[in-house]
């Protein structure tokens, strides 16, 4: 749901700390009709190909971003009383040492699945996107 | 008195996820068309806060009701029921009704004397949150929507309730989609985006309306060649699509509250291209029903695949329902 809406190659920064490019910020909308709590965001996962390979990352390895605060997907699983609003960019922070490549363009696939008490065939919201770095955003941490 | 016309703001949910429309920017371009009625899922567009707004967003709203000259009508609820992850079952009894609480006092807040409770809220979560609504003085609407049909004993034992209780806090919303003969154009397109044949799909969909038996149809598409995706989606398709007879809401006319006009793809010329809402409009005028009937257009998310270069226009397709509706009551 929201596929084509939820995230889009202007929404992937690179994360720079210390002079150093640790990771992707990826500001991601929800792929669901509705906001919902912490604790109803079932997974995520994001595959980073380039030059090099394929590489990919769990939710296990991510953060995520929503109201200014930052969670592990862990602890967001006890969360009720924070939620993610529709519509609502969240971050979610990709450990990709180097980030978007150097030695051309990166393609990224991002899913992000809601638990829904309602449609237990909901399938993750998808989006596939190929970012450059010459294009991409830098943010310090 | 006649039939009174809304829109759920749920209408317009692709414009506000995208930064279009705000909240005042949904209820302003519902009150363009000429619609007096204003539904609200809190959850997808909140009034400030989610369930707690402050008494100024409450103000707020308010204001926005009187500077476009509307109302608000019902206020779509939902009890997430797998709330917390790795419990064996869902919510307890009481966890549900405890939900249902916090969203009937929002509704009072907000002004709103009618919530929608989903269609697979059981019986008994209503039951017990009968004296919290009356509290609040905020019905209690289950929403009748495929694939449940109109007359089938999950129905049949709401209505049993509500009469053994002798209530009027629990009542029923039934919605459009009951009345769909097909699946729309755009629904069968998405179907061939994700990989079935179109030639199949048409033909799956043409026989539904014809009422064909899926066990029928399945021999029709074997011979015609189906692949696994095409057995797939032509179930999914008869699953969705259950035609009810119009005449079967005229006995539960003393227990609805309010209608979803569900709407999928309405043509220029203002016709909704698989509902019958000619067949249920005018049974509502036959009965005298003199309620609201809020457009709950959902064919936005049929162009929302990444493989789909076509994006909807709600804002056009809410006023051809509206025109539609306009049309049917007035006639």
Same mark, same amino acid.
């Given at each position: 749901?929201?596929?084509?809406?939820?995230?889009?190659?202007?929404?992937?920064?690179?994360?720079?700390? =210390?002079?150093?490019?640790?990771?992707?910020?990826?500001?991601?909308?929800?792929?669901?009709?509705?906001?919902?709590?912490?604790?109803?965001?079932?997974?995520?996962?994001?595959?980073?190909?380039?030059?090099?390979?394929?590489?990919?990352?769990?939710?296990?390895?991510?953060?995520?971003?929503?109201?200014?605060?930052?969670?592990?997907?862990?602890?967001?699983?006890?969360?009720?009383?924070?939620?993610?609003?529709?519509?609502?960019?969240?971050?979610?922070?990709?450990?990709?040492?180097?980030?978007?490549?150097?030695?051309?363009?990166?393609?990224?696939?991002?899913?992000?699945?809601?638990?829904?008490?309602? =449609?237990?065939?909901?399938?993750?919201?998808?989006?596939?996107?190929?970012?450059?770095?010459?294009?991409?955003?830098?943010?310090?941490? | 008195?006649?039939?009174?016309?809304?829109?759920?703001?749920?209408?317009?949910?692709?414009?506000?996820?995208?930064?279009?429309?705000?909240?005042?920017?949904?209820?302003?371009?519902?009150?363009?068309?000429? @619609?007096?009625?204003?539904?609200?899922?809190?959850?997808?567009?909140?009034?400030?806060?989610?369930?707690?707004?402050?008494?100024?967003?409450?103000?707020?709203?308010?204001?926005?009701?009187?500077?476009?000259?509307?109302?608000?009508?019902?206020?779509?609820?939902?009890?997430?029921?797998?709330?917390?992850?790795?419990?064996?079952?869902?919510?307890?009894?009481?966890?549900?009704?405890?939900?249902?609480?916090?969203?009937?006092?929002? @509704?009072?807040?907000?002004?709103?004397?009618?919530?929608?409770?989903?269609?697979?809220?059981?019986?008994?979560?209503?039951?017990?949150?009968?004296?919290? *609504?009356?509290?609040?003085?905020?019905?209690?609407?289950?929403?009748?929507?495929?694939?449940?049909?109109?007359?089938?004993?999950? $129905?049949?034992?709401?209505?049993?309730?509500?009469?053994?209780?002798?209530?009027?806090?629990?009542?029923?919303?039934?919605?459009?989609?009951?009345?769909?003969?097909?699946?729309?154009?755009?629904?069968?397109?998405?179907?061939?985006?994700?990989?079935?044949?179109?030639?199949?799909?048409?033909?799956?969909?043409?026989?539904?309306?014809?009422?064909?038996?899926? *066990?029928?149809?399945?021999?029709?598409?074997?011979?015609?060649? *189906?692949?696994?995706?095409?057995?797939?989606?032509?179930?999914?398709?008869?699953?969705?699509?259950?035609? =009810?007879?119009?005449?079967?809401?005229?006995?539960?006319?003393?227990?609805?509250?309010?209608?979803?006009?569900?709407?999928?793809?309405?043509?220029?010329?203002?016709?909704?291209?698989?509902?019958?809402?000619?067949?249920?409009?005018?049974?509502?005028?036959?009965?005298?029903?003199?309620?609201?009937?809020?457009?709950?257009?959902?064919? /936005?998310?049929?162009?929302?695949?990444?493989?789909? @270069?076509?994006?909807?226009?709600?804002?056009?397709?809410?006023?051809?329902? /509206?025109?539609? $509706?306009?049309?049917?009551?007035?006639?």
């Amino acid at each position: 749901m929201y596929d084509k809406f939820m995230t889009n190659p202007n929404d992937v920064e690179n994360v720079v700390m =210390n002079g150093v490019v640790v990771g992707l910020n990826i500001k991601v909308k929800i792929p669901y009709y509705r906001g919902v709590c912490l604790s109803l965001v079932e997974d995520a996962k994001v595959i980073v190909g380039d030059l090099l390979g394929e590489k990919i990352y769990t939710k296990d390895q991510m953060t995520f971003t929503v109201g200014g605060c930052t969670y592990d997907f862990d602890d967001m699983e006890t969360i009720t009383t924070v939620r993610w609003e529709f519509g609502e960019k969240a971050i979610l922070f990709v450990p990709v040492l180097n980030g978007i490549s150097e030695y051309g363009p990166t393609n990224l696939e991002v899913q992000v699945k809601i638990r829904a008490s309602y =449609n237990p065939h909901l399938k993750a919201g998808v989006t596939r996107m190929t970012v450059d770095r010459s294009a991409s955003k830098v943010v310090e941490r | 008195m006649s039939i009174k016309r809304g829109i759920s703001l749920y209408s317009y949910q692709q414009a506000y996820y995208n930064g279009e429309l705000d909240l005042e920017g949904c209820i302003a371009t519902a009150a363009s068309t000429g @619609a007096t009625g204003i539904e609200l899922i809190p959850e997808q567009m909140p009034v400030g806060n989610y369930p707690n707004p402050s008494e100024a967003d409450v103000d707020r709203w308010f204001s926005w009701m009187d500077s476009y000259k509307t109302t608000p009508t019902c206020m779509d609820a939902f009890i997430d029921f797998k709330l917390y992850k790795g419990r064996k079952s869902y919510l307890t009894l009481k966890e549900q009704v405890q939900q249902m609480e916090r969203d009937l006092k929002l @509704a009072s807040r907000l002004g709103f004397s009618l919530i929608r409770v989903l269609c697979k809220i059981h019986t008994d979560v209503i039951e017990a949150a009968l004296p919290i *609504a009356e509290y609040y003085n905020v019905k209690m609407g289950r929403e009748i929507h495929p694939p449940v049909l109109i007359d089938s004993p999950y $129905m049949e034992e709401y209505i049993n309730m509500i009469e053994r209780k002798n209530t009027k806090y629990a009542v029923i919303i039934p919605d459009f989609g009951l009345f769909a003969r097909c699946p729309s154009d755009p629904y069968i397109e998405e179907t061939v985006r994700n990989g079935a044949t179109r030639e199949i799909m048409y033909h799956t969909a043409k026989q539904i309306e014809n009422r064909k038996p899926f *066990a029928e149809i399945r021999k029709d598409i074997e011979k015609m060649g *189906a692949t696994p995706m095409d057995y797939q989606q032509a179930q999914v398709m008869d699953y969705v699509t259950k035609f =009810n007879d119009p005449a079967k809401i005229q006995p539960l006319m003393k227990y609805i509250s309010h209608f979803h006009g569900k709407c999928y793809d309405l043509d220029e010329d203002c016709n909704e291209t698989t509902i019958d809402y000619p067949g249920v409009i005018s049974i509502l005028k036959k009965t005298g029903w003199d309620g609201y009937i809020s457009t709950e257009y959902e064919g /936005q998310r049929l162009f929302h695949d990444q493989n789909c @270069a076509e994006t909807a226009n709600e804002i056009e397709q809410v006023r051809r329902h /509206q025109m539609l $509706m306009k049309r049917l009551i007035e006639c």
